[in-house]
């Protein structure tokens, strides 16, 4: 998949971000706290679908280069990723798609997570994943416990999963 698609995706999330700080600005008061705090909810709910839709682009557009009856399977298959993009998950859709694939994701993923851990301090896996639990709990328990600027931070992190998943596929 071009990275200029994922990258297409990824400028919604943006979007989105620029336009709830615009119409509810960080510093709009103690009135606005809980509204934004719902909007980050909603924001890492966007941002978790950003990421399903992203991994499922990229599994069909592998199969659908390979044969049209396999791009078909494919979507069949994972059309309902729902929340199954965990970094576990992405490694087993790696391999049931081809061992090599595996080998390559986890190798770039090692790579990349080291270098960004040396570099900032973060772990893109784990920022990636705070996003997916973020969603899930206030998706499925109303909680809000994240900010917008926390969960952006977080995603500009962890969005590189997609971008090493999609390479995995594409880039040998």
């Known amino acids: ?13 943006d979007d989105l971000i620029s336009e709830i700080d615009g119409l509810v600005p960080p510093d709009s008061g103690y009135r606005a706290v809980q ?3 719902d909007l980050a909810g909603l924001l890492v709910v966007a941002m978790a679908a950003t990421y399903e839709t992203c991994v499922k682009e990229v599994l069909y557009e592998y199969a659908d280069r390979h ?3 396999f791009g078909g399977y494919a979507r069949r298959s994972y059309e309902k990723i729902n929340s199954r993009v965990l970094v576990k998950d992405l490694t087993k859709y790696c391999e049931i798609f081809d061992p090599a694939i595996k080998v390559r994701f986890k190798n770039r993923l090692r790579e990349k997570k ?5 570099r900032t301090g973060k772990n893109i ?19 809000r416990n994240t900010t917008i600027e926390e969960a952006t931070k977080t995603h500009r992190v962890g969005k590189r999963i997609i971008y090493l998943f999609d390479d995995a596929f594409h880039r040998p």
């Open 1 to 13: 998949m071009p990275r200029a698609d994922i990258d297409a995706h990824f400028s919604k999330i």
């Open 35 to 37: 509204f934004r705090a």
């Open 67 to 69: 044969h049209i009856a």
């Open 114 to 118: 080291a270098a960004l851990l040396q």
């Open 125 to 143: 896996e784990t920022s990636y994943e705070q996003i997916l639990d973020w969603r899930h709990e206030f998706a499925h328990a109303g909680n």
